[in-house]
């Protein structure tokens, strides 16, 4: 009895081992993540030069402002696209409104940079609403919007279906027993409205305009083509206009703070404000419209639709049809290999970051796990001109300390790095919701057994997780076809994308030759939205 006491004794000191050595492997995982981001604090204490006073003199009010004022506006133009479509479309019943659930969400298919050259075509003198117009005997049906307000317009029409998404599922499962409550007070109409949803919805609605924000900030592709300076078009500027990398680095933490203090006061709202929810009701069927209360809804919201996903996918397929398509063909069998190529690397790497942090999260369930967990998230919530920035210093610090020239600037595999250190949070989400539904009783049962870390994750983990996976690659490499100002400022010498080529060519003003691989980036955005419809409606 006592050998075999010392020998289940011996047993579990061997497994504790084990899964310390789990834990270190992923503090140094995301220690090695969040890496290039601590390179870029170095840069501070290095001598200023001639570029940044004159940048801080003349440019640096203007990215200030126009920054502050684009994520005001957008901010503000979402939240009343996007709620009162939810509204709309989920508290009433007229000709379409079970398809505008999903079509409404479509727009998020499309990328900022494409939507910006888009209505820029559509709108311009020699555009389709100006030929519209001469045939209908109007010579003067064309909108300049080259300007700042028209930019926040434009960014709104795409970037709405996140406050739509936040907004539906509250008004459709989460808080329906509230206004169902309030409605058999009386409540009803406009006071229903503002003394009851909108209080409910304040929390996701931030939530949602955070996330707003976030791809305002990381845009680059449409505030370039407008002309509007920001703090993404000032790094830019500095980095390759300027050939000023300290300039660049101090625009890209002046970002970076403004997105960590945006981070924490949308968590201390969330905290604030939080709303408990009750238990949930079966949903209750929406109010039937008719007449013209139907037909002023119906307008409304089809023609957001229209505009916001319809017009941009028309537009582009008639741009197509100038093309010359054989070329432009040919180019995209190199275009979609190269974003192929890309994009399954980077799954690859990412999924196993973030399988390894999750499952150590869920091998050893403590507080430094959970902020473990958590860390690899944070390269989501900063723009890619300030990742690109931190992994261009890391990757130059080392080829410099081994004296091998340019072995790791501007290579394929820091392209893959900054990709990982950039969507690592996007695959970590998909794997938490997975083992939220365990709720941990599977690895308690598996330990107790005596199994090792290495058997419960080949048995256990990787076998229950197969849905969280599929969905985590799936988002991992939408999210990095798209992405253009990582990839356009660490891609190797003669390396397009989709996303790089799209916009050369329609910063060239080329738009013809930028329609086929701006469409097929678009139709890629559409899987994670079909797989969002799916998510929201078993909501």
């Not at 204490?45 to 920054?67: D, H, M, Q, R």
């Not at 006071?191 to 900030?217: H, T, Y």
């Not at 695959?427 to 598996?446: I, S, T």
Request: aromatic residues 10%.
């Amino acid at each position: 009895m006592k050998q075999a006491g010392t020998k289940n004794t011996s047993q579990k000191r061997f497994l504790l081992d084990q899964r310390q050595w789990w834990l270190l492997a992923t503090i140094v995982a995301v220690l090695v993540l969040l890496s290039p981001i601590l390179c870029l604090f170095p840069e501070l204490f290095k001598p200023l030069g001639s570029a940044w006073n004159n940048l801080k003199e003349t440019v640096l009010p203007a990215y200030i402002s126009n920054t502050l004022i684009l994520i005001a506006g957008v901010g503000l133009g979402t939240v009343l696209l996007g709620l009162s479509s939810a509204y709309l479309t989920s508290m009433y019943r007229f000709p379409g409104a079970r398809f505008l659930r999903f079509g409404l969400l479509l727009p998020l298919a499309i990328p900022s940079y494409i939507a910006a050259y888009v209505f820029s075509g559509v709108t311009e003198y020699s555009g389709p609403l100006h030929l519209i117009g001469r045939g209908l005997g109007q010579n003067d049906w064309h909108v300049n919007i080259m300007h700042l307000p028209g930019l926040i317009v434009v960014l709104s029409l795409v970037l709405y279906p996140y406050i739509f998404a936040t907004a539906r599922v509250s008004l459709e499962s989460r808080y329906n027993s509230y206004i169902e409550n309030a409605r058999s007070l009386g409540l009803k109409g406009t006071s229903l409205l503002l003394k009851v949803i909108l209080p409910l919805l304040r929390p996701a609605l931030i939530g949602g305009v955070f996330l707003v924000i976030m791809e305002v900030l990381n845009d680059y592709g449409a505030m370039k083509y407008f002309g509007i300076t920001t703090f993404t078009t000032g790094i830019f500027t500095a980095w390759f206009s300027m050939n000023d990398l300290n300039s660049a680095v101090r625009l890209a933490l002046m970002l970076f703070v403004l997105v960590a203090l945006l981070s924490y006061l949308e968590n201390w709202f969330s905290r604030k404000h939080k709303v408990t929810e009750s238990t949930r009701s079966k949903k209750s069927a929406p109010k039937k419209l008719t007449g013209v209360p139907a037909i002023l809804a119906g307008i409304y919201t089809w023609g957001l639709f229209i505009i916001a996903f319809i017009t941009p996918v028309a537009y582009l397929a008639w741009r197509f049809t100038l093309a010359e398509h054989g070329r432009a063909i040919d180019e995209w069998f190199t275009l979609g290999r190269n974003s192929l190529l890309s994009g399954l690397a980077g799954v690859a790497l990412i999924l196993l970051i973030a399988l390894l942090t999750q499952f150590t999260q869920q091998l050893i369930r403590s507080k430094l796990s959970r902020v473990i967990g958590r860390s690899i998230s944070i390269g989501y919530t900063i723009p890619g001109a300030i990742i690109a920035i931190g992994v261009l210093l890391l990757s130059s610090g080392i080829d410099h300390a081994i004296g091998q020239g340019l072995l790791l600037t501007g290579s394929f595999g820091m392209l893959i790095f900054a990709y990982t250190v950039r969507f690592s949070g996007v695959a970590y989400q998909p794997l938490q919701a997975e083992a939220e539904k365990r709720n941990g009783k599977l690895f308690e049962a598996a330990q107790s057994l005596g199994k090792s870390p290495w058997s419960v994750l080949k048995k256990v983990y990787l076998p229950v997780s197969t849905n969280g996976i599929l969905l985590a690659a799936t988002l991992v490499f939408i999210d990095i076809t798209k992405e253009l100002p990582l990839t356009l400022i660490l891609r190797p010498f003669n390396f397009s994308t989709f996303a790089t080529k799209a916009f050369e060519y329609a910063d060239d003003e080329l738009l013809s030759k930028a329609a086929l691989p701006a469409l097929s980036i678009v139709l890629l955005g559409m899987i994670p939205v079909l797989l969002l419809h799916r998510t929201l409606r078993a909501k």
